[in-house]
């Protein structure tokens, strides 16, 4: 019998010994695989390093890094040319279509509902009227105390926001996102935006090129990155020059002057941060305004709609300056024009912070596609006033990664539809949040994410001291 079992026996020990042998090998190619990735680690700045799982989709713990663009940081750290940051930036074949995108998201989160968004438009006004109304009852405009100037500035800044929900509502009306109908569509959204001074056809136009061409470094609409070569004459300033006289911190404070407080007039009547190319593909050689029947920007057939636009603001001009003339000049002023520039501000924060992050890459024509674009956004929580400004406006930042890959769906479903986008896209690497707070998140692109190297190929926002030539 003991005989009869020596080969059962022989033939276990064998196994255990192959089993042992195998564990052991793998122990050994974890430990010098875990050595590598050490001192690759070493050798990569935490700017450029890749996260090796599906964290990197959360842009918050990239958010926290206080340092990692001031320039004694940056001599001491050496990059990897070319290398990807984000999920994104992979050949496009490797992405969702927008198709399989649609089909994770319910279809009742794209149909539109007349009474709800009429419901939100009243819900608007009557704040606006509400804010308008107790502000002139109660505050002076003559012979003003300390309290009657702090009055006008808290007003300025809850009528800015409720200005900047009906300047959403007007935008969702451009899109097609207000109701089924575009007769009210256009209707409603040409009396809101131009009540804020907004040509509302040529908008429409920009911000529709804006989501077709999200992220592409030529034909990108607004927010779209100086180059290195850019900076050394933009709007007539060496900005290269400016930094060193600034430094740091006060270049990032014109950064964030010049967006939020000029930014949107001189991209009106300059096309700044817009296209590289005019319609049709054609180089500039003018001017692309928003307000000129003739302008680059548009094409020929879309003159009438220009021009009307431009009545339109022009109409709203001429009935502040009547108002002023009844009521007076100074209580007109302060009861539109500071709340007008506080809505100008957040419009122009939404597309810029939704857009621009150290990590999120732009794209040249040899690396572009609508999906790669699309889903460059970021969502952001904008929970500060206790999430009165989010509310106030529709949640258009905290759904912004939606609002781009469908752009025409109502915003009154935005926040459903989200969490199904999301489910959908965080698994896979592709969906960008970053939760810093709002005024951290301004001040740090500000102060990092100055423009790009050039306009192909796949581009990360630099800091400008990275960008600037070398001197021979």
């Not at 009227?129 to 006008?152: H, K, P, S």
Request: glycine fraction near 8%; include cysteine.
């Amino acid at each position: 019998g003991t005989l009869a079992r020596r080969p059962a026996l022989l033939a276990h020990l064998i196994r255990e010994r192959r089993r042992v042998a195998c564990t052991a090998r793998k122990l050994l190619l974890r430990s010098l695989s875990s050595n590598h990735m050490c001192a690759k680690e070493e050798a990569l700045s935490h700017d450029d390093r890749l996260s090796r799982d599906s964290s990197h989709l959360n842009l918050s713990s990239l958010g926290k890094r206080s340092r990692s663009n001031s320039p004694s940081s940056r001599s001491e750290k050496t990059t990897v040319p070319g290398a990807a940051r984000c999920g994104l930036d992979v050949p496009a074949e490797q992405l969702p279509t927008k198709h399989e995108i649609r089909q994770a998201i319910p279809r009742h989160c794209f149909e539109h509902h007349l009474p709800t968004a009429l419901s939100l438009l009243l819900r608007d006004l009557v704040i606006v009227f509400c804010f308008g109304y107790a502000a002139n009852a109660t505050l002076r405009t003559e012979e003003m105390r300390l309290v009657d100037w702090l009055g006008w500035g808290v007003y300025a800044f809850f009528q800015g926001s409720a200005f900047t929900g009906l300047w959403v509502l007007a935008h969702e009306c451009g899109h097609g996102g207000f109701s089924a109908s575009k007769l009210i569509n256009d209707a409603v959204g040409f009396v809101l935006h131009s009540s804020l001074l907004v040509p509302y056809f040529s908008w429409q136009f920009s911000h529709a090129k804006h989501h077709a061409k999200t992220n592409h470094l030529v034909d990108g609409e607004s927010h779209n990155p100086d180059t290195a070569d850019d900076l050394s004459y933009l709007l007539g300033i060496n900005y290269y020059q400016l930094y060193d006289v600034l430094g740091d911190d006060g270049f990032a404070a014109f950064q964030l002057f010049a967006h939020l407080a000029l930014g949107w007039p001189i991209y009106l009547l300059t096309n700044a941060t817009g296209g590289r190319r005019a319609f049709g593909g054609k180089p500039v050689t003018g001017v692309m305004d928003h307000f000129r029947p003739s302008s680059q920007l548009f094409p020929p057939q879309w003159s009438r709609r220009i021009a009307a636009s431009t009545t339109g603001v022009l109409l709203v001009l001429a009935g502040l300056v009547q108002a002023g003339r009844i009521f007076g000049g100074a209580r007109i002023f302060f009861l539109y024009v500071p709340a007008y520039l506080v809505c100008n501000s957040w419009l122009v924060l939404y597309t810029w912070l939704q857009h621009t992050h150290e990590d999120l890459a732009h794209y040249g024509d040899d690396e572009w596609s609508w999906v790669k674009g699309a889903l460059s956004t970021i969502d952001r929580p904008y929970t500060e006033c206790f999430g009165f400004h989010d509310w106030m406006h529709h949640h258009i930042g905290t759904t912004h990664v939606f609002h781009h890959v469908f752009s025409a769906a109502p915003c009154y479903k935005a926040v459903e539809a989200t969490r199904h986008l999301k489910a959908f896209l965080e698994p896979r690497g592709l969906y960008n949040y970053d939760d810093r707070p709002i005024l951290q998140a301004a001040w740090e692109t500000a102060k990092r994410c100055h423009g790009v190297a050039s306009v192909e190929g796949s581009q990360y926002l630099k800091h400008i001291s990275q960008l600037k030539p070398k001197s021979s």
